[in-house]
T-cell receptor, first 114, second 114 residues
């Protein structure tokens, strides 16, 4: 059973471009969480999704950030018009349940904005 | 406000020595408690978790943690550190019955001297 997969692992964008980060949850998992890790910081929750639904986006910046988890395919975290402050590691976790107890993390996507 | 504090940013221990990493939390009620480990360039791996019951929790790789309600602490311990334990360690809390939002500390980086 493959773990949580994220791609790309490294992404470089210039200011003003768009970044798309993908997360494929573990097989059988229908709950996806996105976290952001800024340099020298812990992970900060961004958004929680189930298939085709955003359940909690309380940690998402109000502008430029969006997330989706379609019925088919991976979850996507989209950042429009990136700025240098968006440079961070973005982690995805998946869970089979609506709960904190069984989140499995992917390897992360490291975004660098030039 | 809910928060997790890991007072030690960086710890160095000799191989074979014992280890204790500190974690204190501020939360409205007794939360779920977790320790994760992150190797360089990798995602997070769950070491152990506490939900209820015995306050001394055993995890993988020889780690254990003790929940002390009176001190709002959940310190991670290992009796004899191996060079492969060098990594960053994160303490996290999650609300019971919540939709999965984990709150992380800023992490403690562990270096191991030969």
């Amino acid at each position: 059973n493959a773990g949580v997969m994220q791609n790309p692992r490294h992404l470089v964008r210039r200011r003003g471009q768009e970044a798309r980060l993908r997360c494929s949850p573990m097989k059988g998992h229908s709950h996806v969480y996105w976290y952001r890790q800024l340099p020298e910081e812990g992970l900060k929750f961004m958004v929680y999704l189930q298939k085709e639904n955003i359940i909690d986006e309380s940690g998402m910046p109000k502008e430029r950030f969006s997330a989706e988890f379609p019925k088919e395919g991976p979850s996507i975290l989209r950042i429009q018009q990136v700025v240098r402050g968006d440079s961070a590691a973005y982690f995805c976790a998946s869970s089979p349940y609506e709960s904190t107890d069984t989140q499995y993390f992917g390897p992360g996507t490291r975004l660098t904005v030039l | 406000a809910q928060s997790v504090t890991q007072p030690d940013i960086h710890i160095t221990v000799s191989e074979g020595a014992s280890l204790e990493l500190r974690c204190n939390y501020s939360y409205g009620a007794t939360p779920y408690l977790f320790w994760y480990v992150q190797s360089p360039g990798q995602g997070l791996q769950l070491l152990l978790k506490y939900f209820s019951g015995d306050t001394l929790v055993q995890g993988i790789k020889g780690f254990e943690a003790e929940f002390k309600r009176s001190q709002s602490s959940f310190n991670l311990r290992k009796p004899s550190v191996h060079w492969s334990d060098a990594a960053e360690y994160f303490c996290a809390v999650g609300a019971r019955g919540s939709q999965g939002n984990l709150i992380f500390g800023k992490g403690t980086k562990l270096s191991v001297k030969p």
